[in-house]
């Protein structure tokens, strides 16, 4: 697909510069730019395009009238976090202020003033990227809405639930991590399913002697003297139901027991209630015992953009090593 299809947001305050860009585009093959002079007008465009699903390459002045470009950016982000953002401005890159806006997600950057070559490089830079993620096949929109419903969650389950595979897409969660808009958090153990991996489990509890799920949760008194154990109660009065003398002092003639399981259909009492799990994807049955413990990387939506780690000068199209992120340890 090419980048000339898609829609141009320019949100830009400054007559001559929207007038010259616009030029600009027309000549390299775009024909829907849409022009707005202040951060206000290009929310409501942008989200309104969004709407549509015609999400569109914005490109932004770093002054505005009436917001910051950080200000403008992070609303951008919270309403497409794939969006593709060139800020144009007269300040270095090396700026801290520019920097800054790097370190949000915002990726692309125009010196002005603006040229004609400066203005095809970043669209080609653009149209490449778009080109690596089509070529495997990852709906990048997707994926973020899952992971920002989500908050937090494993490269695995992740590819689990959007249907690819995680070695595929693995290197567009770490071009997000680049964007800032995602973070690494931690590695995760998960329990696989034991024919056919899927972390996508339910884990069921049952009764060490039945298998029956018909139990519940109780406290037992143990009276020394006689040995009766029976749940607390049974203990009418203060009275042991077996020998009918009085409990009196705790850890003297009697002890308490919390957190006892006792089973309503054969009265069996239990500490901790059996487990087993059930694959959601081919219905397998399994125990701990059984299943397969799967590693993989944890990954978090930014949600306040400024708080992210300072920004490291990268290249704008640096590969990205997939090895060694995603281990399946076998049984
Ligand atoms: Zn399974
Ligand atoms: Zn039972
Ligand atoms: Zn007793």
Not at 20 to 41: D, H, P, W
Not at 105 to 113: A, E, N, S
Not at 215 to 239: A, K, P, V, W
């Amino acid at each position: 697909m090419s980048i000339t299809d898609s829609n141009v947001l320019i949100i830009e305050h400054s007559i001559p510069v929207n007038l010259l860009l616009t030029q600009y585009l027309k000549r390299m093959g775009f024909s829907k730019i849409l022009v707005c002079e202040n951060a206000e007008s290009g929310i409501k465009t942008f989200e309104g395009l969004a709407l549509e699903k015609r999400d569109p390459i914005v490109f932004l002045g770093y002054h505005l009238p009436d917001n910051t470009a950080a200000g403008l950016i992070s609303k951008l982000f919270a309403i497409a976090p794939d969006v593709k953002i060139i800020i144009e401005t007269s300040l270095d890159r090396k700026d801290p202020k520019i920097r800054q806006l790097f370190s949000m997600g915002v990726f692309h950057y125009l010196q002005k003033p603006l040229r004609l070559s400066s203005v095809n490089h970043v669209l080609e830079t653009i149209q490449k990227e778009v080109d690596e993620f089509n070529n495997i096949g990852i709906d990048g929109r997707r994926v973020l809405e899952i992971l920002r419903s989500l908050k937090k969650t494993s490269v695995v389950r992740l590819a689990e639930y959007c249907n690819y595979d995680p070695k595929s897409l693995l290197p567009f969660l770490r071009r997000q991590q680049e964007k800032s808009v995602i973070y690494e958090v931690s590695k995760i153990r998960e329990i696989g399913c034991r024919d056919c991996n899927s972390v996508n489990n339910i884990s069921i509890f049952s009764c060490d002697s039945c298998g029956g799920q018909n139990f519940r949760r109780d406290t037992l008194i143990e009276h020394y003297d006689c040995g009766n154990i029976s749940t607390h109660d049974t203990y009418d009065n203060e009275q042991c139901p077996k020998c009918n003398k009085r409990i009196k002092i705790i850890g003297g003639d009697y002890r308490v027991m919390n957190d006892f399981y006792i089973c309503n259909e054969c009265d069996q009492r239990f500490q901790t209630p059996h487990q087993n799990f059930i694959c959601s994807k081919c219905g397998s049955k399994f125990s701990l015992d059984e299943a397969n413990w799967i590693e993989s990387k944890v990954f978090c939506f930014t949600n306040n953009q400024n708080e992210t780690k300072p920004f490291e000068e990268q290249s704008e199209f640096s590969e990205i090593d997939t090895s060694e992120d995603l281990t399946i340890i076998q049984k």
